[in-house]
């Protein structure tokens, strides 16, 4: 590959002499850069007069900013003034004698890290003022006059090279003075010898430490651990075990803390034993950390709390530690040793090493416990760790990082204390994809739009949500949107699988790496066999199913010729560089190895099908095989065109299992979801027969009394799948959208001996309604509030009450908060506010769905409740289908889900009244509202809050919550992810009730 295109923009500010020496400077740097750089090289000198317009220059800069390049420098010689650079990028001369330091400070003080190489030819009456300002090392290069000779040399080491070694490879080649921005100076005569190799070192590490080693498609793309980096969350065995849990799942509880980050526990504790999965981000979190303690040691970044005053990281693979047994000793003397040889510009001294740990100001990072060979010598370089922590390293701080499996036998003792680090949270996951998308020069609205967007389809897509939570994973996924136009997640999972599994198989050349063995194609081959063999164990015997190391280099030497070593070579690749393998444990001197996602190996498998003639036919019974079945429809769908009929064919065959009536009921909703699944996607190009014999099984599948007998979860996949071509969304009045609440005497509240019950749910007692009234079967559905927002809803001033309108304006909310719900047009609106709810109201009520002279509004709490339990004159039901909680009747915690379920999927759970999903799914809003005298920090101690009240339990909600009874007040302003709502309509003549 040849080297990169380079571009500079170089520009100075000349006196009214027509041949200044800036001027001089200005055309020497262009034309060496030309004459060095050759045709890849373009150079654009700039000389301006402070006389003259600055339009030229604007210009200039403005068109050389627009022309694409991979790689640019600004570089500004002289006196030259910048003036928002960052905002408008445009270089402005001011009519003023001398430099106009204070205004270049600011605006070049918000340069990103990386992202220009400035470098300045000054009056040596400036640098001392230049000196203390707060501007990113690897950003500005401060260089004396005479910079013509020694650029384009230092220009043209960067077509392999970053930018900091630009800064360090000047550094070498200046002959006057220099100095580095807001950086202790090495070269200060009062400095030490030690003093200034530790700062030499530190620049050196900072930049090894920062570099980015994953982008494959981009490899000139100047990102940095600091560009991306997100905090990672760990759990200890000293944090309460629930706190994750209960901040996740329970909304009662908004004030739990959350987990401490990586950087928390750093500061907390003196020796850490990091622990997580391929991808979950330890050796990422320790050279981030490596780079803080970096910038905090040369003094241009804030000290890191927890680290030494002047700290100096030292980093250590665990993996190059040689044959010898692994003691304290050798450990250290090995660490030593590695200073030497770590490739960099400039290493630590070992003398100065040593000294440092006399007095705690090392922070030894050592890394990969796990990729010590064999048990036994992790084992001793576990207790060698534990001694060394305890023995020489007593003052310093250590760090270790290991997998799960190899944890669970080589755990350090104390002082260590194990961290485990945690999957991301989705609003990690946004926060690090806004990050990512930053590098497209995109604004920041449209990084976090991209960001949000993102987030939002992983929650629709169960099994890449999962797998996007691996901070490397998720990087993955942001190479594959950064190189499209949209940058949005494929349609279907199978291209993503594949874009992932083809970048994860890549070569991401490291630095002192061996490269890949065999090509791209061939390894791609590799670990399809593996997958093959892997999933054909846990068929046979479970999740926890391994394949020794050695029978993994043995199929493929089999399969694809290969000699012993070569095959032994692939399978380390795919574990200890692609991260597509892991190891679990050690069986008889050698690592079992499982694939590091299910998914994966899932969609493997599924291509390995579409090689053949058969598809997985005799497996689709098998729930194991569900994903297996929907990759294997998809991909002959998405890439084998030719090869349609096939997938067509399978489809059919579960419809035909799906449609028999000899079928149990079980069996008959596992195919109506594995076919419903299958074409969820494909609907527009599959066979006109196959979608019409589909729909055709809705029917089945809202008679309550097989919905008893089929998996909740079926019914929740096959609903889901259905989506917009629900009937319940196509023809709702023909499937009785309204059910009566007839008058007469209801129970409402708890019994008193009822355990979970609160305060608020007594005293209960039998209560009246009077009058006629209806209630809607089912929550309102994503189709059915966009028709409220489509019809302009949210900008008619008619539909909003006076308080509901000052919501609106100053929220300046156009849909709900998260908008649109494409798959979910079946489910129950989201994302909503009570007055959301209200107003649609006052929309569907000029909409006269029953005619003219109904109104529609919200359920009162006696009303809703009324309608949960049916007419009864004592307490009976604590749930809308009996006294006991049946989690086949309801969307609860156990299914897991992110996100509702659709309506009509628990048909076996309606009231006595006929009402679906008063209990589970959403949160609904109710009329009745409390005036309390709770305290809101936002208002002033003497005035009282609104609140309004929720009934009735969500999908994350656990069985005491989903009791009829339960009231939860909520603030009517909240647009949650659970909430939604159901309404009444009643003769307009009618006064309201209880």
Known sequence: MGKPSISAFVAGVAGDQTTSGVEANVLAIAQTLRNQLGPRFRAEPVVHRPRASGQDLIDQLKAWKDDPGERRWLVLVGDVFVDDLEDTLTLRTVEAQGFELKKLCRVMGKVTAGEWVVVLDVPQAHVAAIEALDWPTCAVRVVGPGVADRLPDALLAMGTTTNLDLAQRLEGKTQGPEVRLNERDASDPAATPAAAASLAYLRALYEASGVLHLDVRDPNARRTIGDVYVPVFTQGPQDNGELRERRNRNRHDPEAPPPGTAHDRFAKGRCLFIVGDPGSGKTTFMRKLTQDLCAAGLGHGEPVPGAPADPLPVWFDLSRLGAETPTAKALLEATWAELACAGLADPLPPEVAKAALKTGRLVLLYDGLDEVPDAQRRRQMAEALTKLAATQAKLCKVLVTCRPAAAQDAQPGEPFQRIDLLPFEDDQLGQATERWMRGRQETAADAAGIAERLVRDLRERDEIHALARNPLNLAMVCVVLFHQRDARLPDGRAELYDELITLLLEDRKKPGVPAAPLTARQRRRAITELAVAWWARVCAEGEDATLGEGACADRLATAMGLDP???????????????????????????????????????????????????????????????????????????????????????GELLDRAHEPSNPWRDRAHFARL????????????????????????????????????PLADRVGFWTAIGGHSLLVAEPERYGRWVDLPPGTYWRGAAPDDADA??????????????????????????????????????????WSEPGSAWREKEGALTPSVWPLDRERSHPIRYVSWWEAEAYCAWLTAQAPLGVGWTVRLPTETEWEAAARGLRREMVNRYPWGIDDDPECRVGHELSLRRAGPVGCCPNGASPTGTWGQSGNVFEWCLSYEIEAR????????????????????????????????????????????????????????????
């Open 565 to 651: 070593d070569t095959a032994q070579a692939v399978v380390r690749f795919l574990d200890e560089r692609a991260g597509l393998l892991v190891w679990r444990a050690v069986h008889r001197g050698e690592r079992a190895l499982r694939f590091s996602h299910r998914s994966l190996a899932e969609f493997l498998v599924a291509c390995r099908y579409t090689e053949g003639a058969a598809g997985p036919t005799d497996h689709a019974h098998d729930s194991n095989w569900r994903e297996v079945c929907l990759l294997y429809v998809a991909e002959l769908a998405r890439a084998h065109t030719g090869s349609k009929a096939a997938a067509w064919a399978f489809v």
């Open 675 to 710: 076919a419903a699944e299958s074409l969820a996607d494909w609907r527009a190009v599959a066979p006109r027969e196959l979608v019409t014999r589909l729909d055709a099984l809705q029917l089945e599948f809202l008679d309550a009394e097989p919905a008893h007998q089929m």
């Open 758 to 799: 609160f305060d608020s749910e007594k005293p209960a007692g039998p209560i009246e309604l009077t009058g006629a009234r209806r209630i809607q079967r089912w929550p309102v559905t994503v189709a059915e509030f966009a028709a409220f927002v489509e019809a302009g809803g949210y900008t008619e001033r008619g539909w």
């Open 935 to 994: 305290r809101d920090p936002g208002r002033p101690t003497d005035q009282a809050v609104m609140w309004t009240v929720l009934r009735g339990g969500a999908f994350g909600s656990s069985p005491p919550d989903l009791r009829v009874s339960q009231r939860i007040p909520w603030l009517p302003a909240d647009r949650e992810a659970d909430t939604g709502f159901r309404c009444v309509v009643e003769p307009r003549a009618a006064t309201l009730g209880p």
